[in-house]
Nanobody
Framework: QVHVVESGGGLVQAGDSLRLSCAAS????????MGWFRQAPGKEREFVAA????????DYANSVKGRFTISRDSAKNTVYLQMNSLKPEDTAVYYC?????????????????WGQGTQVTVSS
């Protein structure tokens, strides 16, 4: 059984930083891309960032480019999302997901396994 667990969310002020972690277990994911999505109240879940199986390729939503950094430790089946210069509009539940491909995809349908999410709240 596959488990995907996010951690690291919390309440911060605008301009602060947070680091989210995502641990995947139950099988080997080192050959698969992984991604982060987020969902704000009343809005659809949207793509945030993704990283290739090798860790050498990344993709970001325009809204977070330059502020967020995705990285992975394949040996630990763990993906990280470093979020800097946080804004109130970054407030959302952040979800980690495992892609069924080795390259990055922005569409939710390309991701097979999802975590339960971690809340990030940014106050102004």
């Amino acid at each position: 059984q596959v488990h995907v667990v996010e951690s690291g969310g919390g309440l911060v002020q605008a301009g602060d930083s947070l680091r989210l972690s995502c641990a995947a277990s139950g099988r080997t994911f080192s050959n698969l891309a992984m991604g982060w999505f987020r969902q704000a109240p009343g809005k659809e879940r949207e793509f945030v960032a993704a990283i290739t199986w090798s860790g050498h390729g990344t993709d970001y939503a325009n809204s977070v480019k330059g502020r967020f950094t995705i990285s992975r430790d394949s040996a630990k089946n763990t993906v990280y999302l470093q979020m800097n210069s946080l804004k109130p509009e970054d407030t959302a539940v952040y979800y980690c997901a495992v892609c069924r491909y080795s390259t990055t995809y922005v569409g939710r349908s390309a991701y097979d396994y999802w975590g339960q999410g971690t809340q990030v709240t940014v106050s102004s």
